[in-house]
RNA sequence: UCCGGCGUAGCUCAAUGGUAGAGCGGGUGGCUGUUAACCACUAGGUUGCAGGUUCGAGUCCUGCCGCCGGAGCCA
């Protein structure tokens, strides 16, 4: 029995197997906290009506010592959790010594030195599980539209964008790097498949000591042959809207274990407010900063746009110089790229960064030349530009940034259960 | 890489340049409904490292190391 299934056991003697998250004592009555991966549960041991062996175990229980305990589910509003057990019966499997991280608080560079511990805590408790129905939504959102899952290869000969700083590593006398996006494999998958998403590890060597960078982070990019930018906003919005909404269905108590506000999460619903560049821009002016056209937002500027709204906001077409080489030229103005971002409330700042890709052959060549990236990696890439070419778009969603938001977090360190970050590896 | 901050007991933090302390955790004892339980007692220290100033340095100065936050870059 798990203690999450223990209102369907009201006056049934039950088993739980755990670990000891907490004691207190009055003396002849004894509450143990057990957890078990599920909730915790009060277990309420008094002497006099229960085994004198098992009412005496209370001395030698130690914090996240390992148990087995049995007893009758009681309902009790006193308890934490609305039901509690009357024990009958406790093993100790076994105990442990001087457990490190204890009930009053701790810094963050303890805590993280702990991970492996600190993930038994109540608040990765609830982050961690509601990682877990965030992927999960992620997975059901595109089953149920129809779209193939392509695994993209994580040891890449070349980076994907030209700038950003690679993971370098020696693969049988040879460089390859860790890849930084599955988007280009993806964008062969769309073509075969139609519709398709990837979804895996992503990591940048690039030295960022912010609270929303990670070295080794995860993301999901969907593509979609024949889709314009048009297309994938609108995909963009109902898939974060789906995510959202499936977390507050399933997801309510870790949602209050984190104390998170959920009312600007209820408003999010499709459609989301588009902006362009330009507009997005015009409000950083009128709220006096100093900003210069042909700039990218920073962490600040991405705060005060999405200030302006009640949900997520779109911001599309932005300066073509400041974005990859591979986003399409907007017909209507050649120095605007058909690219968009998905800006998240509250200064959690941009959770998606999405595209239509230039699907034209002699085009592409040309932004490769001016990118100063060489032809020959890129060869099978243009391949997709000569036989079948078609419009088509995509985009990426960061999924740490987008547990941070929903779940209220400052950092996105604590989204993952083992981060990596600029100095930290371990453990 | 740049800017700012921090480093004192296992943990979280105090301590005008003048005897290094509290809470939690550990140990001992008490308590029949506790909610980070509470109460009493108790053990626990090379104040990150190396120099310097001073009668005297946890405190001031220099260098180094470690970490945190921000910027840039990005999801």
């Known amino acids: 029995m798990y203690i999450e299934d223990v209102h369907k056991y009201v006056g049934q003697e039950v088993i739980i197997a755990g670990w000891l998250y907490n004691k207190r004592s009055s003396g002849k009555i004894h509450f143990l906290l057990v957890r078990d991966g599920t909730n915790i549960i009060q277990c309420v041991v008094v002497k006099n009506e229960c085994p004198e062996e098992v009412f005496n175990a209370y001395d030698d229980l130690t914090q996240e010592s390992s148990i087995i305990v049995k007893g009758i589910v009681k309902e009790d509003k006193r308890s934490p959790l609305g039901y509690e057990l009357l024990l009958t019966d406790l093993r100790i499997v076994h105990q442990a010594q001087d457990y490190p991280i204890t009930k009053k608080e ?13 993930l038994r805590s109540r608040r990765p408790f609830a982050v961690m599980r509601i990682r877990h129905e965030v992927i999960a939504a992620i997975r059901d959102f595109f089953n149920e539209r129809g779209f193939v899952l392509i695994d993209t290869p994580i040891f890449t000969p070349t980076s994907v964008e030209g700038t950003t700083t690679l993971f370098e590593t020696e693969y049988f006398g040879q460089k390859a790097y860790l890849t930084q996006s599955g988007q280009l494999y993806a964008e062969a998958a769309a073509l075969a498949f139609g519709k398709v998403y990837c979804f895996g590890p992503t990591f940048r060597a ?81 709220n006096g900063v100093d900003f210069r056209w042909g700039d990218d937002f920073g962490g600040t500027d991405e705060t005060i746009i ?42 959690y700042g941009e959770i998606i960064g999405g595209s239509q890709r230039e699907d034209d052959y002699d085009t592409l060549v040309k932004r490769l030349e001016e990118h100063q990236l060489p032809r020959e990696p890129f060869e099978w890439y243009l391949d997709l530009r000569r036989y079948g070419s078609v419009p088509h778009a995509g985009f990426g969603l960061g999924i740490e940034r987008t547990i941070a938001w929903i779940c209220g977090l400052q950092h996105v360190r604590e989204t993952i259960p083992f981060p990596r970050t600029i100095y930290r590896l371990n453990p």
């Open 206 to 286: 690039e030295k960022s000591k912010t609270r929303r960078h990670l070295t080794e982070f995860w993301m999901v990019e969907p593509e979609v042959a024949y889709f314009d930018l048009d297309d994938d906003m609108k995909l963009a919005e109902e898939f974060v809207s789906y995510i959202v909404q499936r977390v507050l269905e399933n997801r309510k108590m870790e949602l209050e274990i984190l104390e998170r506000d959920t009312r600007h999460l209820e408003r999010v619903s499709p459609p989301f407010p588009r902006i362009t560049y330009d507009e997005a821009v015009d409000i950083l002016r009128k």
């Open 306 to 347: 999405s200030n302006q709204f009640d949900r997520p906001v779109i911001v599309h077409r932005y300066p073509a110089e400041i974005k990859a080489f591979y986003m399409k030229r907007d017909p209507e103005n050649e120095k605007l790229a058909l690219a968009m971002d998905v800006l998240a409330p509250e200064g």
């Open 106 to 118: 701790h810094g963050i560079d303890f805590l993280l030195d702990h991970r492996h511990l600190w």
